[in-house]
Every structure is written in structure tokens, then in C-alpha cells.
């Protein structure tokens, strides 16, 4: 362990001190290190909550044996969740046998489209899904969601008025520890466990990854405070899956707030990338890198990971070095590309998909024309165009092609799920656009840039982060210019 800095010796004269604390630690700071500095600075003890159970066995091995670290979900299985044992090992079955046995047996016509049994199905357990990240008490129209085409807030309407009596039946066939027709999952007890107002007994509490909590974990974790010590860690500028229900719950936390800002992954060169992106976001942070990390910024022939902002994006790039003859691993594996894939054969065969993104379109043509012309389907033109230019049994090939990364020479991950990961040599893929031009002029006549959205500084912000000796900006290098033009220069 490296002598604490600064802010690390704060960070522990503030606990000691017996504040709440929100801790915001940027890339590579060393905030497991600096939790186990403030967990050897008392005797009192101590609980960890960990984002994934790798997390947690990782710190179990580094802070003191006074600290009980366990993920969320196993304190919950603990308390609730050891009761439905029996029907979380029960086998999978489909969402529309499901839908079946909770009644879901006749499709519902809203404005012009048809909506089929298996599509309801799908809706009622992801409302379910959504009440369990919430903070909710009761199942409410707002967790019903939206359906890609259904537009005005007269047919989401409609479509919440159809699926909640039976989400409301999927939830209370969920209380059964015995047996019950819905599969039951880890976010079920969870949930079922923050409904019971649960008190954590211990003298401080750590919540690590606190930017990316779930309502209803946030609902547990400040409920604590009258008899705990509470303390938050995370980094608020790495809030990148707020599109599936997570928030940053650290930057209006009531508590002593502090910062971690000397990253140990990468030198001054990469923090100066870093802080281009978070000068476009609220965060309260900006990195200095370590000046004896040799840090290079520039092209990369052979990187060790190519990063991609999207799924379709990271199929593009999957293929392109397959047809190159490296060996590819894809991170988290092409679960999610082959699903796409099958259901762009549906559509292309003249067979409707169950997809959740392709549900309600009719054909592929259909789908081509909603992508080319209407502003909401731009996300979906690549996918398309992958699809026309390769086909759908050319897609799921190279998912089978696919390899381990232990054995392959090259990992393609999407931004989001290459967070917490780092690589030696890392290149930024094609897929990360620059904002559009405005309609203004600066005073060369060039076109002036829109700025940079929030949403987009952060995932570009844990792209470029990822790497520890070489970065490739790759397809954001667009930052020099649009920088250069908002400076005037």
C-alpha cells in the first residue's frame, strides 16, 4: 500500500470523525484501497455493500475481518430470498407461456397497431421488473413500459390500462415461497426485502458504485442513517445506466462530500483526455494522472481492446477482425447481437419478432423505412445497414466464432461493459458521433457544433479511462476539433 495522499488522510480524519461521507473517487484512485484505509482506522465495525459479488470477495480479501462484505442481493437473500430457494432453480420458460398462465390470452388493437398476446406477456413481467428497481410501494402505470411506435400518451395510456391487471397479477403469484407461475429472479426478493423497511445492523455502512444504484437499494441505504454511519463511494461522472433505472444518488446526499481525484491507472496525458469530457458534465471532479505511468495517446495498431458505443456497434467491429483472422472475445459474450439477429430474420422471413425494440413492426421493409426517414429510428440504421450488408445467419456465425478472452488476441466491449474493466491498450471504436452542427456561425463561418450532451461526456468519459499505457482516440477524436471551435480558435 502506497503512502495515503492527501485527500486520502482527509477522507479518513472525516470517518474517524463519525461523518456521513460521500466519497467521489475518479477513474483509478484507488477507492477499494482507500475504504480498506478507513476500515483500519477504527475498531468499530462494519458492513460493505458491493455492486457484483466479484466486487465483494475482492474487498472480503483486503479489509479488515470487521467488515461483512456482501452484495446487496445476498443481504437480501439473507433476510427474504433464502424462503423462495425452491423457485429460483426452477427451469426458464417463455415470457408468452407465462403471459398465458396469468391469462394473457387475446391480443388488444391500439391506434393502428396490433398487440399480440407474447408481446403483452413481455410487457407485464418487464413492469415488474421496473416496480422492483423502484422505490414504489405499490405497482403503478409508470412502470408499464414504453413500446418503440407507441407514441402519444394516449396509447401509452392504453396500453398501462391493459397490462396492469395482470403485472399486478404476476406480482402477487410472486409472493408464493412454494410455487407460482412466474419465474421468479434475485430483483424479486430484493425488492420484496426493501418493502420491509429492513434496519442493518452494523456501526458504518460502505455503498460502493453509489452512481449507479437502484431506487430501491437507495430507499434501504439512506434509511439507515439514524443509527449508522453512512458512507458513499463511487464516481458520479461514470452515471451511465440511468436508461435502466439506475441514478447518481451521491450529489444530493446529505453528507461531508469529498473527493478522490489522483488516478494510479494512467499518466498526465490521459487525465488531460479525461477532463475534456468532464468539463461537459456536472461532476465535481477533475483527474491528475501519476507522473510515473508513461502514458501515450495517439494510434494503436494492435490494442489489446477496442471500446464501441453500442451494441450493433460492437457487432460491426466484431466482424471486421474476424474477417482479419484475430481471435475475438466479446465481452459478456452476443447474447444480446444474436437476439437481434433472430429477430431481423423474423422480420426479413415475413414472421413478426417478439424482440422488445422490433415488436411492432410487420416486415423488414417496414423496419428499413422507420430507420432511414423517421428521427426516431436513427439509432436503428446501423443495425440495418449491418444487416443488409452481411445478413442475419452471417451475424449469429460470428457470434459462434467468438472466443474466450484468456485465448483471444483482441476484446470488443461496449462502453458499458467495459465499466470497472481496464486494459493495457485501448482503442475508441467508429461508432462514438460528434454532436450535430447548429445553425449558428463562428466568426470564420464555420458551423458551431451543438454541445456535447451530458449522457455522452459520460460514457466517452469511462471509454478513454480504460486504458493504463495507450489510448487510441479513434472515433472520438472529433473532441480536438469541436474543442478548437468552441474555443474560437
Excluded at 237 to 250: K, P
Excluded at 472 to 488: F, K, P, Q, R
Aim: aromatic residues 6%; negative net charge; hydrophobic residues 40%.
Amino acid at each position: 500500500m502506497h503512502t495515503p495522499t492527501d485527500e486520502q488522510t482527509h477522507a479518513i480524519d472525516t470517518f474517524r470523525a463519525g461523518h456521513h461521507m460521500v466519497l467521489q473517487a475518479g477513474a483509478g484512485t484507488g477507492k477499494t484501497s482507500t475504504l480498506g484505509l478507513l476500515a483500519a482506522s477504527t475498531k468499530r465495525r462494519g458492513r460493505y455493500l458491493a455492486f457484483n459479488k466479484d466486487i465483494a470477495v475482492d474487498a472480503a480479501a483486503r479489509f479488515p475481518r470487521s467488515v461483512l462484505c456482501k452484495t446487496a442481493h445476498a443481504t437480501a437473500y439473507a433476510a427474504v430470498g433464502h424462503r423462495f430457494a425452491g423457485r429460483l432453480s426452477s427451469p426458464r420458460q417463455p415470457a408468452w407461456r407465462i403471459g398465458q398462465a396469468l391469462g394473457v390470452r387475446s391480443p388488444i388493437r391500439i391506434g393502428d397497431h396490433e398487440i399480440s398476446p407474447k408481446t403483452l406477456s413481455h410487457s407485464v413481467l418487464r413492469t415488474v421488473t421496473h416496480f422492483c428497481h423502484s422505490a414504489d410501494n405499490a405497482l403503478a402505470p409508470h412502470h408499464v413500459p414504453a413500446l418503440r411506435r407507441l407514441g402519444t400518451p394516449d396509447e401509452r395510456a392504453q396500453l398501462a390500462d391493459a397490462v396492469m391487471p395482470f403485472a399486478e397479477k404476476a406480482w402477487a403469484d410472486l409472493q408464493n415461497p412454494g410455487r407460482g407461475e412466474v419465474r421468479f429472479e434475485h430483483d424479486h426478493y430484493l425488492k420484496m426485502w426493501a418493502l420491509t423497511e429492513p434496519k442493518i445492523e452494523t456501526d458504518f455502512l460502505f455503498l460502493d458504485e453509489a452512481q449507479d444504484t437502484n431506487p430501491v437499494l437507495e430507499q434501504v441505504f439512506a434509511a439507515q442513517r439514524g443509527h449508522t454511519q453512512l458512507v458513499m463511494v463511487g464516481d458520479s461522472a461514470q452515471a451511465i445506466y440511468g436508461w435502466r433505472g439506475a441514478r447518481d444518488v451521491m450529489t444530493d446526499f446529505d453528507a461531508t462530500h469529498l473527493t478522490l481525484t489522483r488516478s494510479f491507472r494512467f499518466g498526465p496525458l490521459l487525465a488531460e483526455q479525461a477532463n475534456r469530457w468532464l468539463a461537459f458534465t456536472d461532476a465535481p471532479i477533475r483527474l491528475t494522472g501519476t507522473d510515473a505511468i508513461p502514458t501515450q495517446v495517439g494510434q494503436v495498431t494492435c490494442p489489446d481492446a477496442v471500446l464501441c458505443r453500442t451494441n450493433i456497434g460492437a457487432m460491426t467491429e466484431v466482424m471486421r477482425q474476424l474477417e482479419a483472422g484475430r481471435r475475438v472475445a466479446l465481452t459478456r459474450g452476443g447474447q444480446a447481437l444474436t437476439a437481434l439477429a433472430l429477430a431481423a430474420r423474423d422480420l426479413k422471413d415475413g414472421r413478426r419478432t417478439s424482440h422488445s425494440e422490433l415488436v411492432l413492426f410487420t416486415s423488414w421493409g417496414e423496419l428499413q423505412d422507420y430507420a432511414e426517414h423517421d428521427p426516431a429510428g436513427r439509432d436503428l440504421q446501423p443495425f440495418v445497414e449491418l444487416v443488409d450488408d452481411h445478413g442475419p445467419e452471417a451475424i449469429i456465425a460470428a457470434v459462434g466464432a467468438l472466443t474466450d478472452e484468456t485465448n483471444a488476441e483482441i476484446t470488443i466491449s461496449t462502453a458499458h461493459k467495459a465499466k470497472g474493466r481496464e486494459w493495457l491498450k485501448v482503442r475508441i471504436a467508429d461508432d462514438f458521433s460528434p454532436p450535430p452542427d447548429s445553425d449558428q456561425q463562428d466568426a470564420s463561418g464555420r458551423p458551431i457544433p451543438e454541445p456535447v450532451s451530458d449522457t455522452d461526456a459520460r460514457l466517452a468519459y469511462v471509454a478513454v479511462t480504460r486504458a493504463r499505457r495507450q489510448l487510441d482516440l479513434g472515433g472520438l477524436v472529433w473532441i480536438e476539433d469541436h474543442t478548437a471551435v468552441l474555443n474560437g480558435r
